[in-house]
């Protein structure tokens, strides 16, 4: 019996373009500012220590913490001390009302419907918690924060390793069979099947790579009854512009998916 849900955001509760369009340019245009106004905060310094040791810069001064950062948002580098501070950024800017988080209006419906049904539901982003937080509590559909166990980021693991999700199984402590992961990316759900865990795939977009996954093209369509069949077995309506040829993993753009 399932008893517990875990989703991605980029592509699956939300647009991809949301965090590429809006989220990485805001925080590439504030980060400079941000850390020279900030950067003596205890919160801030701990994150630029990180940035030297994962740069193995260990004397780098606060511009050149700048120019390797602005760096790393430009290249799309998933280190976790720049997550942690574009979060911090992206705070600002929910908090002024800049921007909202995008959130599809099937994924909030569905959400409150199966928290409302028992079930315990989860996030898994490589956005740090704060900014999954921050997403979720300025959405364009309200504050769905209450609807949340729990939060895991990159802390816990790549998202495309099975240890990963074996560490959110002991975390949440339920049997991998009771848990239903949901993500566009097949090498994120490959990894949580070999942990054990139930997957779904969300295809929101044509012509994206699907594997033996389960596939929804909402959340309307995430069938709680069919979830970690193998998705070969599924209706072909499932398999919305889906070739036998597409080999690379990629969602609408999924090599640069946070």
Avoid at 46 to 59: D, I, K, M, S, W
Avoid at 156 to 177: H, L, M, N, Q, W
Avoid at 184 to 203: I, Y
Avoid at 208 to 235: I, K, N, Q, R, Y
Wanted: charged fraction near 25%.
């Amino acid at each position: 019996m399932m008893r517990a849900i875990v989703t991605d955001i980029e592509g699956t509760t939300g647009s991809i373009a949301f965090v590429h369009e809006v989220l990485f340019p805001y925080a590439r245009r504030h980060l400079g500012a941000f850390l020279r106004r900030h950067h003596q905060e205890a919160r801030v310094v701990r994150q630029l220590e990180a940035v030297r040791e994962e740069a193995g810069e260990p004397a780098a001064g606060l511009e050149r913490l700048i120019a390797l950062l602005e760096g790393w948002i430009d290249e799309d580098r998933k280190a976790t001390p720049l997550k942690a501070l574009q979060g911090m950024i992206w705070e600002a800017g929910y908090r002024v009302g800049d921007f909202t988080g995008h959130v599809y209006p099937d994924a909030a419906e569905a959400l409150t419907r199966w928290r409302a049904e028992g079930y315990a539901l989860y996030v898994y982003s490589s956005g740090s918690v704060q900014a999954q937080r921050l997403l979720f509590g300025h959405s364009d559909r309200g504050d769905l924060t209450p609807l949340f166990a729990g939060y895991f980021d990159t802390t816990t693991g790549p998202k495309r390793e099975a240890a990963s999700y074996a560490r959110i199984v002991e975390a949440i402590g339920v049997a991998p069979e009771e848990i239903l992961f949901l993500s566009d990316v097949v090498g994120e759900l490959d990894a949580a099947r070999a942990a054990g865990l139930l997957t779904c795939q969300l295809v929101r977009e044509p012509g994206m790579t699907t594997g033996e996954h389960p596939l929804a093209t909402s959340f309307d369509h995430v069938s709680l009854d069919e979830a970690g069949l193998d998705g070969a077995g599924l209706d072909a309506a499932h398999h919305p512009g889906t070739s036998p040829e597409d080999t690379n993993d990629r969602s609408g753009g999924a090599d640069v998916r946070r």
